[in-house]
């Protein structure tokens, strides 16, 4: 899922203070599940900053609700009348929500509360790891399960480094050395060989390196005709 | 303003915290007739927006009264009582507000002498910071 942070409230209020009616909009998908833009989040952080705005003596009016997922123009529209009630709208989603919004209703102003940080996984209650950069172009199958562009600090396509010792990252001992794993989980599917051969230069142009990237898939894309049957529904 | 009473919220666990806040009033024990309590299960249970919502709706100081860490009626109640208050007092410190306005306190039932030592702490704390508007009155 997408991992993301909430910004420090100091920025938070900075962005905000020269706003009378502020919506905060949280998300129920991925920044929900990883404690940050969820119901109780948003509640929090309308709560902390009528607080604050108390405190300052300012005249400021916060409200805040959730969406089902942000990052899909259907579910922001039925909050539509809300969001432009306001003179701003504090995203509490991912990047991604805050851009909908954004591409939505561009001359509305829409600002970020998250920082978003990572594709990740929960590793216990309260942690998440970054396991999968958005490459586009998978290799784990060739890497036991495991990826090193996402999990080793240098992304080495042969590995490990140099700098790996006793199963530990030189960039941060606390860190476990990705292709330590790699070489272990290999060894336990008793494909060992499959460390050996050496993985040429990858690709990046399936990457960001090629610009924007846009994926299309046709045959669910909505003909002119349909599109036409679509609006009249509206 | 100057004889404005301080608005003081406690949410207290009914087990070991209410138990020691009882015993404390059987044994002759007062204090300040202006601090409001809240029974709550557990302390487990109080949440960050009750806590923020407390602040909110007027309250100068905020504390939460629940069982040691080690002897909790429901056995891990009070620590997540203390994580959901030290991540309030965070909060509180990056919006700028005095997070000592915030405190947990952990008693066993028998500890009479603990509830009003609290009560009288963040009473001074709110006498001492007073309401959290500016010039307002904390209404």
């Known amino acids: 899922m997408i991992v993301a942070k909430r910004k420090p409230l ?92 954004g591409d939505m209703y561009p001359s509305h102003l ?6 978003t940080g990572m594709f ?33 600090a240098k992304s080495m396509l042969n590995g490990p480094c140099g700098g790996s010792a006793n199963r530990k990252c030189e960039v ?36 960001h390196a090629g610009g924007r990237r846009t994926y299309v898939r046709e045959d669910a894309k909505l003909t002119p005709h349909q599109k036409k049957g679509k609006e009249a529904l509206k | 303003m100057a004889d404005r009473k301080p608005k003081v919220i406690g949410f207290v666990c009914e087990r070991h915290g209410m138990e020691a806040a009882v015993l404390s009033a059987r044994s002759g024990k007062q204090h300040d007739a202006s601090v409001r309590l809240v029974e709550v299960p557990c302390t487990g249970r109080v949440d960050g927006i009750h806590l923020l919502k407390a602040f909110e709706d007027g309250a100068d100081a905020v504390f939460v009264f629940g069982c040691l860490e080690k002897n909790c ?18 909060m509180l410190e990056e919006a700028g507000i005095e997070k000592e306005r915030l405190e947990m306190f952990n008693a066993a039932s028998s500890n009479a002498w603990m509830f009003p030592k609290a009560v009288e702490k963040m009473v001074e704390v709110a006498k001492k910071l007073g309401p959290i508007e500016k010039g307002g009155d904390g209404q």
Not at chain 1, 59 to 75: I, L
Not at chain 2, 73 to 90: A, F, L, N, W
């Open chain 1, 10 to 101: 100091a920025e938070i209020v900075e962005m905000v203070r020269p706003y009378k009616k502020v919506t905060v909009v949280g998300c129920r998908s991925c920044v929900a599940i990883c404690l940050a833009g969820g119901e109780k989040e948003v509640k929090m952080l309308v709560s902390a900053l009528r607080l604050r705005a108390k405190k300052d003596g300012r005249k400021q009016e916060f409200e805040g609700f959730v969406v089902e997922r942000q990052c899909e123009k259907e579910w922001v529209k039925e909050v539509e009348e809300k969001l432009l009630d306001s003179d701003l709208t504090l995203s509490m989603a991912c990047s991604l929500g805050a851009q909908t919004i």
């Open chain 1, 120 to 152: 990740g996984v929960p590793e216990e209650q309260g942690v998440w790891s970054e396991k999968c950069v958005g490459c586009g172009n998978c290799i784990i199958h060739t890497t036991g399960g495991i990826c090193p562009i996402a999990r080793c």
């Open chain 2, 73 to 90: 009626y429901y056995d891990t109640g009070s620590i997540e009582g203390r994580k959901r208050v030290g991540y309030v007092k965070q």
């Open chain 1, 172 to 207: 941060n001992l606390e860190v476990d050395c990705a292709w330590a794993a790699i070489y272990d989980r290999l060894k336990l599917q008793n494909r060992l060989d499959l460390i050996e051969p050496i993985t040429p230069a990858k690709d990046w142009s399936t990457s």
């Open chain 1, 110 to 115: 829409t600002f970020p509360g998250l920082n």
